[in-house]
């Protein structure tokens, strides 16, 4: 879907005028509309990696905090340039602070926040709030304001229905800045605040900004990763409504496997596993983790121990492994690598493969392959399992971008985290040896 | 379809859109559908977790009940699911509310606006809207009127009605009932309800064309030599017959749901998945629709009554002796007819529809025969090859079947028909939603696609006019055929196949 441009110009206001223009913008030119009772959403949108980019002539501008294909190429070339392991994903933050020790003066218009995804602008957010750090630190803070609207053939109607307040400038600026947030998110409505950066950035910040009951989206797949799982781990324990991106870039997995056992002739199965492996791409583990912990709390799996695996020599990053005890007693080993890839997805830590195996009492075993479709998973693959009934699936990778994956999470809608998540999580902590 | 084990890893997969929040308000709160389909449906969007904590249900009808009565009446109808999920109905039964209304007092209505108002501030739902009109029939115009009135259609984007079936009588009545309402608030917000649309296995007609390339290319008169449409039905009148003596068979199911299996199985490929775009393909296939024969509609049409019948230990009482049917009543209980649609998919290809009470076995099916392979190559175990079925399966047992013909083993080449079966049984083993749940939760969401447009709606009657006149005004020349209960129906319809050298499937 083509991005939106904000319906008129976006107007500088000073910060102290940004809610009574807002005020007048609705009582004088867009008397008559009513504006859409939906949601507030709130961007963290520091884009650390495009504006490097930019900076470093490595991408043209203008900066627009969007998913852009020319950002994520530049991104992969990029990554040798830089010497980093090619198993690094562009949107691995150690890009952006890698790409920031490198000399670079370039600037670009900087339109983040006045650019609107249609597949979020089509849920009609009242209120789009977007906070722009910028790479210079000392810059002083800029406020916008405009109205938009979704365009007729997306389900909009012609009537503004929302506007869009962008807040830019140095991190210092907006830090001083926080107390303008409130007025503008309000009480009335629900609120979003989609955090759209490594978690390993300054925590005072999104402790400012998603405060329960504010909705917080992040992505686990974005910074070191027991941070990552605390994070999530610690605001779902405080009863926030918590979404994570990584944890809905498994759903095709979790779909794919759970169609292996939607024959009925195959559920017995689910009852008499004693393996399960999963490997992932680069360092980082937590996606491989949440998968893990997902099909443990719906098997009813009970923790007993995990551990490191220490990293090869020569290759290979390691793993984690661990031990669970199945409803009925009976041990199920579980082994967590992370491998070397020449291609890494967009996101680190991507799933390349699953492999479950079952021993029912009355049948053959059952060893059941879940392989990414971008990549083989020979090592899975690969092992004493020709006597056993085989289920080998490719999943699909989706294609959607951040956006597409926001505006999902936007029409669910949903103000409580979602319960599977919520059980996986700890678990997931859990299982990240210390 | 059948309730197996769930298989742990499929809860909570679906990904499915929150409702906003919004106040449901249904006329005839105190009615049949209310406690059999409506707030079970909701309450299973809440354990689903699709309804919002915003979200209320308010109760209408002339009976003077408090909200406990309501709730307590509500919660007698769902025991077996409030035993299984106590924790979960205190919660929802929390946002159940009843307002004593009679649509045609306009004092009730400034009542019920001011209810609403409470009911928006208590329980923050924002004053989006849905009435649901599960009325007597001759109410939906004067309710709509009503509501209206109220100034609680005002607002296109916070309110939407829905109509329960039939709509309208005949074409006249469906376009003065449609102008009635379209009077009373804009097209967008008006959802006309037809719960086979709901059915899983009737959505599926789509996926089955359209998310496949093997279908597509070969579903048109090229390749297809006619398609039959059956909703057969074991059962009687039972406590309808009020209803049903002044319906019957061709109102009763023929015009709604046999008709939007028609216009799901005949439509052109919607350019995208949309309500307009799917709705714009099937009004056209509807109006490109008619009567084998119009002016002679008694030659592509049977009617049939069934008669007593059963077993000696099982007797079956006849249509006439049901409590409440008129002893001399010339009401239908069994329909066939051939209808043909006059565009380039389907010129020349006879669609076969049927549908009646009483008959062998409860069953929904649409089968596409396919024409016979142009030249014989094979000595065939039935003397000539068997013409290729494709059997989409609505209920039960739904799912789909292919018939095709193998080698038969052994040394020659003889053919025999064998099938390829999908069984959604087998292959999800997990039961599909209550129509009702899918079709509130659509609408509460603003989606239309499952419901019909006023221009189908129109069309669907408009294709059966020859039919309702010819019955209305010389019923004598396509008259009642009796059948003995628990049979296929009557002879005639079986010669209406038998003069096209077909005959109807036996499921």
Known sequence: MAAQLTLQAPQEVPPSEVSPYLDRLWQGALEGSTGAATFTLLVWEPSWLEQQMVRTGLVEGPIRGLDRDDVMAAARQAVSDCGLPFSTAPCDPRLAWALGQRPGDRHAVDLRGQFVESAISVHRPRRLITLAPTIDAGRPLETMVAAYCPLPEEGGAGDACGDAVVLRGGIGALQQNLHLIQPLVGTELPCWVWWNSSLDEPHDMLEALAPIPRRLVIDTSLGEPRRCLEVMVERIRAGQAVNDLNWLRLRSWRESLAMVFDPPSRRDALAHVVQLDIDVEGDHPVKGLLLAAWIADRLGWHLVASSAIPPEPGGGYGGIAAEFERGDGACVRFRLMTVPVGVPKQHPGAIVGLRLICEPLSRPALCVILCSESGGCMRLESGGMASMELAEELVPLPEENEEMEMARLLAGGHDSTNPLLAAAAPLAAELLPD | ?507
Not at chain 2, 133 to 153: M, T
Not at chain 2, 186 to 214: C, P, W
Not at chain 2, 233 to 245: H, I, L, N, P, S
């Open chain 2, 1 to 507: 379809m059948t309730s197996l084990l769930t298989n742990p890893l499929r809860v909570g997969l679906r990904q499915e859109r929150v409702i906003t929040p919004q106040c449901i308000v249904i006329f005839g709160a105190s009615g049949d559908l209310t406690h059999r389909k409506l707030v079970p449906a909701l309450f299973e969007l809440f354990r689903q977790r699709r309804l919002p904590s915003e979200f209320a249900v308010l109760g209408c009808a002339r009976r003077p009940w408090s909200d406990e009565e309501f709730r307590s009446r509500m919660a007698a109808s769902l025991a077996a699911e409030i035993a299984d999920h106590p924790g979960a109905w205190e919660q929802f039964s929390q946002g159940l509310y009843y307002e004593p209304v009679d649509l045609q007092q306009s004092d009730h209505l400034v009542r019920l606006a001011g209810r609403l108002e409470v009911i928006d501030r208590h329980r923050a739902t924002r004053g989006n809207r849905t009435f649901y009109l599960s009325v007597a029939p001759e109410f939906y115009g004067s309710g709509c009127r009503a509501l209206a009135a109220a100034g609680l259609l005002s607002d296109p984007e916070r309110s939407r009605v829905v109509i329960e079936k039939p709509f309208g009588r005949d074409y006249g009545s469906a376009q003065t009932l449609n102008k009635v309402v379209q009077a009373c608030a804009k097209e967008s917000q008006v959802y006309r309800i037809d719960h086979y649309l709901g059915k899983e296995t009737v959505q599926n007609i789509l996926v089955m064309r359209f998310a496949n390339t093997i279908f597509e290319p070969i579903w048109n008169r090229n390749y297809i030599s006619n398609v039959q449409i059956t909703a057969a039905e074991t059962v009687g009148v039972e406590d309808r017959a009020g209803y049903y003596e002044s319906s019957g068979a061709l109102r009763d199911m023929v015009q709604n749901h046999l008709t939007q299996i028609l216009a799901l199985t005949a439509m052109e490929p919607p350019g995208r998945f949309d309500a307009e775009a799917i709705r714009n393909e099937k009004a056209k296939v509807l109006q490109a629709a008619r009567l084998a024969d119009e002016q002679e509609p008694w030659r592509c049409c049977v009617r049939g009554q069934y008669g007593p019948g059963g077993s000696a230990s099982r007797p079956l009482p006849g249509y006439r002796e049901e409590p409440g049917v008129n002893p001399t009543s010339t009401t239908e209980t069994y329909v066939a007819m051939k209808l043909f649609i006059d565009n380039w998919r389907w010129q020349g290809v006879p669609f076969y529809l049927r549908s009646g009470k009483r008959l062998p076995k409860r069953i929904s099916e649409v089968v596409l025969t396919f024409r016979e392979a142009p030249v014989h190559l094979f000595d065939a175990a039935g003397g000539a090859p068997t013409p290729n079925q494709l059997i989409l399966r609505i209920q039960p047992d739904e799912g789909a079947e292919i018939k095709f013909e193998v080698k038969a083993p052994g040394s020659g080449m003889r053919s025999r028909p064998v099938d390829m079966a999908f069984s959604y049984d087998d292959s999800f083993g997990e039961p599909s939603d209550e129509g009702y749940v899918r079709l509130l939760a659509d609408a509460m969401l603003g989606d239309p696609t499952l419901y019909t447009r006023s221009d189908e709606v129109e069309a669907a009657w408009r294709l059966y006019t020859p039919l309702l006149e010819l019955i209305e005004e010389a019923p004598w020349q396509l008259p009642v055929q009796p059948y003995e209960a628990r049979t296929w129906g009557p002879a005639a319809a079986d010669n209406l196949l038998a003069e096209d050298g077909l005959i109807w499937r036996r499921p």
